[in-house]
């Protein structure tokens, strides 16, 4: 797809029990051989309660996919302990006055489909989301940063509107796209990913196409959101006040995600 749209901390690694090594310089003792003085209660073995039992199950059980705690989402691939979903991207800050604009496209869009949502943050991917092993993310944001020493921060304007879907035809997205800018984001990208190839991961699509999405929806709906749609939405951006100035970001970090973990990459 174009690029999809779609961070305190805790580790989701297995715990393992620690148990006590008998300390230097003590030898353990031979079992079966009651040491002089010792009180034979306390060799005794007593059964465990079963209700002490059943508090330690040795199951692991699967966290259950609900979808209705993320809205309908429908996840890109199954959550397993110790993975931890990844994302690289430029954060995108608003002005309040873009809010207002927001709310126009909003409002006209939810008449061609009435499910579409508006985004809460906003960003420009510079990666797909892939799955990082727990143990490689530092190591992973410390090549990152190797990478991306070398790049300077820049302006870039997105005012065309487009729709986008993910790969799996599972979102719809209305965004809007760079139209300046674009060869910088492109050099990131390549950085970015010689970081992915590093790790054996997967780089980023063909010919991306770089956006700050805007509203979304679950499944495909293209075809009630392009054409006449997507004209209105257009039309809107282009008249709204001080457009020009309110569509310009300026890219002055790279921000690396990886599970609720935030990396801020500083540009020059």
């Not at 620690?18 to 073995?45: F, W, Y």
């Not at 993975?83 to 873009?98: D, G, L, R």
């Not at 890219?251 to 801020?264: D, L, Y």
Request: hydrophobic share 35%; glycine share 6%; net charge negative.
């Amino acid at each position: 797809m174009s690029a999809a749209p779609l961070v305190g901390y805790s580790s989701s690694g297995s715990e393992e029990d620690e148990a006590e090594a008998p300390a230097a310089g003590r030898s353990k003792p031979v079992s079966g051989v009651r040491r002089c003085g010792q009180n034979p209660l306390l060799t005794q073995r007593f059964p465990v309660p079963d209700s002490v039992l059943s508090m330690f199950s040795t199951t692991e059980e699967r966290p259950e996919d609900d979808r209705t705690k993320h809205g309908g989402r429908i996840r890109t691939f199954p959550h397993e302990r110790g993975n931890w979903a990844t994302h690289i991207y430029i954060p995108y800050e608003v002005k309040e006055e873009f809010l207002d604009l927001l709310d126009m496209l909003l409002h006209r869009a939810q008449a061609f489909e009435p499910r579409l949502v508006g985004m809460e943050e906003f960003h420009l991917s510079l990666s797909q989301s892939v799955v990082l092993r727990h143990h490689w993310i530092v190591p992973f944001v410390q090549v990152l940063k190797e990478h991306m020493a070398s790049f300077q921060r820049f302006f870039f304007t997105a005012n065309q509107v487009k729709i986008y879907t993910n790969q799996e035809k599972t979102r719809t997205f209305i965004g809007l796209e760079v139209s300046s800018g674009h060869g910088q984001f492109l050099d990131l990208v390549s950085a970015v990913d010689r970081v992915m190839e590093e790790f054996d991961l997967t780089t980023f699509y063909q010919d991306p196409s770089f956006h700050v999405s805007l509203a979304w929806c679950v499944g495909d709906a293209r075809l009630q959101l392009e054409g006449q749609c997507l004209r209105e939405l257009q039309e809107i951006v282009d008249k709204f006040e001080d457009s020009e100035m309110l569509l310009r970001g300026l890219a002055e970090q790279v921000r690396c995600k990886s599970g609720n973990k935030f990396f801020s990459v500083p540009l020059k």
